[in-house]
């Protein structure tokens, strides 16, 4: 256990239990984030990518048929050891999360002032809706909403999708997180509102200090984004390494394989890739120490 | 130059909003040949999904014409023409109805137009389940336990079944993850080859258009600005819009990133 990380996983396993027996979906995942480290955790869908931000944010733990082992650390805190009401003070304050699409994950019967409000009583109990809103419009600006008093009055359906993800970012860091977790944020947007986004939400966490833990199916949407990389297959972590080793010298087939399967600006066509290799079950690569 | 497949001639789409007037799509003539693959590009709210509904006789435009084969589609379309012209949708599991097999779906497409006979239809779904690479037994399962792959894959199926000519495919893969989407080009690839289908192809990821488009449409604001062979357009964009479409793209390798910065006007990112 090292106290000064901000996110620590040691030997992490996750089962759910059905009627025909438990199946596992994490194998025993490490993984670390530094404070103000940008880590990126990348795989296709069903790799066990985003329960394992399920699992940080502690909501997995109160599934009935889940199953959680091993240790998660936070700033030396393990969670396991938390009850699940401590472990929700911790959302919203502490650790908090954007998700991948925006519009459904914004209250769409409150108006965005409201929702700012809300998230502010997390830390400040007793705040009143005035200074809540002020709060809030200064950390639109940074977002670079410049009608910021329009949007506060406006519900989510009313803005477009890349203005709610702005929205969702700031909501998200609004109370100084130490951690946060993006969960393939602005997938659901197009590219450019995408790559807008993503920026922004670089020069905040950059200027907050805040530590990052950002999931996605494409490696390049990381590249300029991470300081490191996971690369995690079917509930095994394949790959990890500073960004520049991951994309300079690729070493896993999983790997590679991701890599190819982005569709090049320079053309070349569509790659053949394998649906299930063998050698996608190597053994796991590390990229010089950890940190 | 052949005969264009399908002909737009300067077609306008006006939406009324309260008593505020959008204009979706303005004034836009364009071409699509037999066979080719046409790109339309654009960002959210261009107007590309709209275009693509007036094709497929969704809504009518308030202004010009569609040619198909150099006839006029009427607003209201007759089955024939619906058969020629389908379309495969962004999110496949809402295009599939969750109560209704993989079987009973693409049944019913060929029921509806009464394609082929009634006793070899169980073997045209077998075929074409084949034909998109998914085993026929899966005929029997629910559109809620495939994954994302294996439902678009049902969903090209379906809009294939009555020997569709001409496919309106809207942002077929960007709801599909990096590998699975590879795959489902390359199919859509086959199938444009073995079925010499036409496609017209909506998306706002140029990296996907770069490998699979054989011309580019690129759309802002309901306005047609550019349109080009799709080399063309990578080698030397002549619009703002279209470099910055090119600046958003995430890219993993140094030749790309040269690419990239060499066009791009604007970095975005």
Redesign the interface.
Known sequence: MRPDLTLDIKNLRLSFRSWSGSTEVLHGIDLSVAPGERVALVG???SGKSVTSRIVLGTMQDVRHARVSGQVTFEGTDLAKLASVERRALRGREISMIFQDPSSALNPVFRIGDLFHEVLKRRHPKISKGEARQRAAAILQDVSIADAERVLSSYSFQL??GMNQRVMIAMALINEPRLLLADEPG?A????????T??LMRDLVEQKRTSVLFIS?????V??FADRIYVIYRGNIVEHGPTAAI?DAPQHPYTQ???S?????????????E?RSLSFNDPMISHGTDI | MPDPILSIRAVSKEFHVGKSRVQAIDDVSLDVFEGECLAIVGESGSGKSTLANMILGLGAPTSGAIRFKNVELPAKRSKLHRRQIQLVQQNPLSALNPRRSIGASLRLALDVHGHGQRADRPDMVAALLKEVGLDPDMATRSPSGLSGGQRQRIAIARALACQSQVVVLDEPTSALDVLVQARVLRLLNALRASRKLTYIFITHDLSVVRNIADRVAVFQKGKLVEIAQTETLFANPTCDYTSTLISAVPVVSPEEVALRDALANVRVF
Do not use: K, M
């Open positions: 296709e869908s069903g477009s999708g997938t947007l197009d590219v450019t509102v995408q790559a807008q993503l920026s199916h494409n490696l390049g949407v590249r300029e994309f394989a991701l890599l399967a982005i569709p090049r600006l320079t053309g070349g066509g569509v790659p053949d890739i649906e």
